[in-house]
């Protein structure tokens, strides 16, 4: 097995590929002045089952870059070649929101299950679509952070209760909650733009002595965790702490955060971040053995 490193992926092809022991390089992108790209691939891939291995935040810049590498790596004998990418992109476009809206969950599944023999990640926002094979006709693996997230719940945090802030979240809280053995809810919120949402207030008798614990897969504006730290706290919850699994985080929004009363923010390293403080190579590992073998 080979790993290609996608743009900012070298961090995690290195822990995968120690852990793996397979080797990794990283995956040549020069930029003409035209703002057009050439991608090298700068080892032999003849023969190796290659995966491409990098997160799709900021995923515009980054897919041509995969997809010329795909076909360069088949052209060049790669036996196969796979996807990991633990945040996978575009996930929350599943539906025409409004008249003329282009589905782009749909599209981005086409083009990616026409370039690559299957696909790793963590978490996909599983919302409307209720699981990849609705869209990917490749073959994927969903990697759940909810177990990584209970450890460290288990390990930091005493009396928790784990909070939801919309009902998306709850099948991931639930799980979480289960597996930290701590109770939970979930609130209940409306959109009304790209940074604006409101919340219902937050149950007084549910927070009890608890600290609470807000699980959100992605932390993008921020505007969700914001709304949810002030409802909690208007409930006179215990100081907040915030743990997301993918931390798209808008610029300053770490320091917004402490400011707005969350003692901790935490997230899950699917996206390189300051807050990243929960690994999970080891599961990206384990299921990148099996889908290779597979
Ligand atoms: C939405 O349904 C997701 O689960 C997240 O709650 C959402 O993407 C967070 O976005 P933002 O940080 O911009 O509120």
Redesign the pocket.
């Known amino acids: 097995m080979l790993l290609l490193t996608l743009p900012g992926g070298a961090a995690l092809a290195a822990a995968l590929a120690t852990q793996l022991q397979c080797s990794w390089s990283p995956l040549v992108v020069h930029r003409f002045p035209d703002g057009e790209q050439l991608v090298r691939i700068g080892c032999d891939v003849q023969g190796q089952r290659v995966v491409l291995v990098g997160s799709l935040h900021q995923p515009d810049a980054k897919v041509l870059s995969l997809l010329f590498a795909a076909d360069a790596a088949r052209e060049l004998g790669a036996l196969s070649v796979g996807l990991l990418c633990p945040y996978l992109a575009y996930m929350?476009q599943d539906m025409r929101f409004q008249p003329g809206d282009a589905i782009s969950s749909k599209t981005f599944a086409r083009v990616l299950s026409q370039a690559v023999d299957f696909l790793i990640t963590v978490d996909p926002?599983l919302?409307r679509w209720h699981d990849l094979s609705q869209i990917y006709s490749i073959r994927t693996r969903v990697v759940p952070a909810a177990e990584a997230i209970a450890q460290w719940i288990r390990g930091h945090i005493e009396s928790p209760v784990l909070v939801g802030?919309?009902s998306?979240?709850r099948q991931w809280v639930e799980q979480v909650a289960a597996l930290a053995q701590a109770p939970f809810f979930v609130l209940n919120k409306t959109r009304h733009g790209?940074?604006d949402?409101t919340l219902d207030a937050a149950p007084r008798l549910l927070l009890g002595s608890h600290t609470p614990v807000l699980v959100?897969?992605?932390?993008?504006?921020?505007?969700?965790?914001l709304a949810a730290g002030h409802a909690l706290r208007a409930a006179g919850s215990r100081p907040p702490v915030c743990i997301g699994v993918h931390a798209l985080f808008a610029p300053e929004l770490q320091a917004a955060l402490l400011q707005a009363g969350y003692t901790q923010v935490v997230t899950c390293d699917t996206v390189p971040h300051a807050t990243n403080g929960i690994s999970m190579a080891g599961p990206l590992a384990a299921a990148l053995l099996e889908m290779n073998s597979g």
């Open positions: 929350r926002h919302h802030p919309d998306e979240s790209d940074r949402v959100d897969d992605i932390i993008s504006s921020g505007a969700t965790v």
